[in-house]
């Protein structure tokens, strides 16, 4: 499929995938090969059925509380509430979050009846 015959949305997933892996050093004609060829595979697998994108908001939200808590010491309470646009009560709930994650992630389960 040509560029001209290809529909706007693939279009624009081929040219946003070449210039992603451009940015990660890929040469330009392999980037473009990419974009393409990933254009095409989406369009043969997912053509014709309507697809809702989510934005990723909850994605986003757990990537900025953990850069919240990565930077708690270098920042402050009240500097993080000030970056962020948050108020210090729930940078505390973010902050005490996290860490309740890690260390529930860095425990072990103990098998029952042994």
Do not use: C, H
């Not at 473009?32 to 994108?53: H, N, R, T, V």
């Amino acid at each position: 499929m040509s560029r001209d015959q290809m529909p706007e949305i693939l279009s624009d997933l081929a040219d946003r995938t070449q210039a992603l892996l451009a940015d990660f050093g890929l040469e330009a004609e392999a980037a473009e090969q990419i974009g393409f060829a990933l254009a095409d595979e989406i369009a043969a697998s997912w053509g014709g059925q309507p697809i809702y994108i989510a934005k990723g908001t909850r994605f986003q939200l757990s990537k900025r509380d953990l850069q919240i808590f990565d930077e708690q010491r270098a920042l402050g309470i009240n500097g993080l509430a000030k970056k962020y646009k948050l108020s210090v009560q729930r940078v505390y709930k973010i902050i005490a979050r996290i860490r309740q994650e890690r260390i529930a992630s860095r425990q072990k389960t103990l098998p029952f009846g042994e």
